[in-house]
């Protein structure tokens, strides 16, 4: 699998237009709500469950408005 992934730095992800990120399993959670926090990834493929954690990582973690 690792042949397949590709890890450009974070410099050059933020210069990309669009950045796909598939992740999934619960396990998973806490590194995905990481990059929704960083805005560094357009497009968020995923399993609803682990969806649901992470967006509630990243909505716990802010504060009240």
């Known amino acids: 699998?690792?042949?397949?992934?590709?890890?450009p730095s974070l410099k050059v992800l933020?210069?990309?237009p669009r950045v796909i990120v598939a992740?999934?399993?619960i396990n998973k959670a806490p590194i995905i709500a990481a990059i929704l926090r960083s805005r560094l990834a357009s497009v968020l493929v995923s399993d609803e469950t682990t969806a649901a954690k992470a967006l509630h990582l990243l909505r716990s973690a802010q504060p009240p408005a």
Do not use: D, P
Request: charged share 15%.
């Open 23 to 25: 992740s999934g399993g």
């Open 14 to 16: 933020a210069g990309i």
């Open 1 to 7: 699998l690792n042949k397949r992934v590709i890890s």
